[in-house]
């Protein structure tokens, strides 16, 4: 066994938030280890999830945008043409570039990036074990940022050819004729908006009766409306019993709400049902560290498990599975751990769906605000009434504001239209300073931008807006 090595601070997982934590807490002082047993850093959301599928998004847009719209502003296309496979490469050199900068950042913070897996002892210890090698390391605290993987479904067998989880979803080497999305969450809706826009027929089946049902109601059903307008098909209320892989296609039995049994084809189907925590491995029983009853890690409201100076934070507690929320949680931990005041403020977790239009949210759907008792104005403010929505072509949607009756404080902010995931930084910032709706109307916003469509909605929970 090598020799004993001691840390101020051992991540284990280079995700958003072990890598995060890492580079926070060495630029803090703290000498830091950050173990990961791939390769490449970044975790999932950098590797295989949030980056490499917003690029892809990215790309699939641009070509929709070539095929459909570009001839209402002026501009012909002769004969237009699919590359995927430029596609992909340009989508590996994104994830190249961006897994690259957080290497640089361990060797400029000097925080050593140690390759293999880690196991958590009861003495606080780590053991790394790689190539059939172990080294046991050391240190005051621990924060555990193991992330999640993809869940499957007994009786579809993931073979990242005919049936394919987000991984496999991302490196297709040729669109599919048609596909079937399992799951109507966020991951299966913009996978299935990039293969759509690339010509594959897509149908979504969902075991709920809506999708993405976190979602503000409203938004929902209107964000579903517009999605079916793009050609995307739904069977909600519809559970998946089985896939059959054969030479024409998977065949996917299904059975409805009143418990009728169907058949559906499609040259490729992709589950996407969500995520499990990543807890395996670790030697968490033996630790003596908790899982609560969804298999997460406990942690109290310092993010500390049962087993003290061993902190979790991400997809392995509880809470919403983000990249933005693992982040905060892990330079909470570590700013804690130098002093500090590390805290994260959950009514301001903003979250985001990648499609066309957008769809962005934080703080209370209006559903949540009723379930609370709270007496409440709800405004919506349409991108048709937008004059920057209306120069771009971009008129579907539209911001959905939500405040107290009594203070105005504003209670909830969702926006479905163009550029969502940018606007709703605003009211991101208007919740967690606790600002009410006047404070939006009254703040100055730039003419012509999206951003307007805030200010008509904020104005709508007052005097009323001007435009419309």
Not at 17 to 36: F, S, T
Not at 174 to 183: D, R
Not at 382 to 397: C, D, H, L, N, Q
Request: with cysteine; glycine share 10%.
């Amino acid at each position: 066994m090598a020799p004993e090595v001691t840390y101020d601070l051992i991540v284990i997982g280079a995700g958003p938030g072990g890598y995060v934590a890492a580079i926070r807490a060495a630029q803090l002082g703290l000498k830091v280890a950050c173990i990961e047993k791939e390769r490449s850093l970044g975790g999932t959301c950098l590797n295989v999830g949030c980056i490499p599928s917003k690029a892809l998004l990215e790309s699939s847009e641009l070509y929709a945008q070539a095929k459909d719209k570009l001839k209402d502003h002026g501009v012909q296309i002769g004969q237009l043409s699919l590359d995927l496979a430029k596609c992909m490469e340009r989508k590996d050199q994104v994830v190249g570039q961006l897994t690259g900068g957080v290497a640089f950042l361990f060797k400029k913070n000097k925080v050593d990036h140690i390759l293999g897996t880690a196991q958590v002892n009861a003495d606080r210890s780590v053991t790394v074990r790689q190539n059939k090698e172990e080294t046991l390391l050391k240190a005051k605290n621990v924060l555990i940022a193991s992330g999640s993987s993809p869940i499957e479904l007994p009786g579809l067998k993931i073979d990242q050819k005919s049936i394919v989880d987000s991984t496999g979803a991302l490196a297709l080497p040729k669109v599919p004729k048609s596909m079937i999305v399992i799951g109507g969450g966020y991951i299966g809706l913009e996978l299935g908006s990039v293969y759509l826009r690339y010509g594959s027929q897509v149908t979504v089946l969902e075991a709920l009766d809506r999708i993405v049902p976190a979602m503000d109601l409203e938004v929902g059903k209107a964000f579903q409306r517009i999605l079916h307008k793009q050609g995307m098909n739904f069977q909600l209320s519809t559970k998946v019993k089985k896939a059959t892989v054969g030479k024409d296609g998977v065949e996917v039995e299904v059975e409805d709400a009143a418990g009728k049994a169907s058949t559906l084809n499609a040259e490729v189907v992709l589950v996407a049902v969500g995520r499990r925590p990543n807890t395996s491995g670790l030697g968490l029983d033996k630790a003596g560290i908790k899982l609560d009853e969804r298999g997460r890690i406990a942690v109290n409201s310092h993010f500390q498990t049962s087993l003290a100076g061993v902190y979790a934070v991400g997809d392995v507690i509880a809470g919403p599975m983000l990249a933005h929320k693992a982040m905060e949680e892990g330079v909470a931990v570590v700013e804690s751990l130098a002093g500090q005041a590390g805290h994260v403020n959950y009514d301001a977790i903003p979250s985001v769906v990648y499609t066309w239009p957008e769809v962005a949210s934080v703080g209370l759907t209006e559903e949540q605000v009723k379930e609370k008792g709270i007496e409440y104005r709800a405004f919506k403010y349409p991108f048709t009434a937008v004059p920057k929505a209306i120069a771009m072509g971009e008129k579907e949607g539209f911001v959905k504001l939500i405040a107290d009756k009594k203070t105005d404080r504003l209670l909830g902010a969702h926006i479905l239209g163009p550029r969502a995931s940018d606007m709703i930084a605003e009211l991101v910032l208007a919740i967690e300073f606790k600002a009410s709706a006047e404070d939006i109307a009254r703040t100055c916003h730039a003419h012509p931008t999206l951003s307007e469509g805030v200010k008509e909605a904020a104005l709508g929970l007052g005097s009323g807006p001007i435009h419309i």
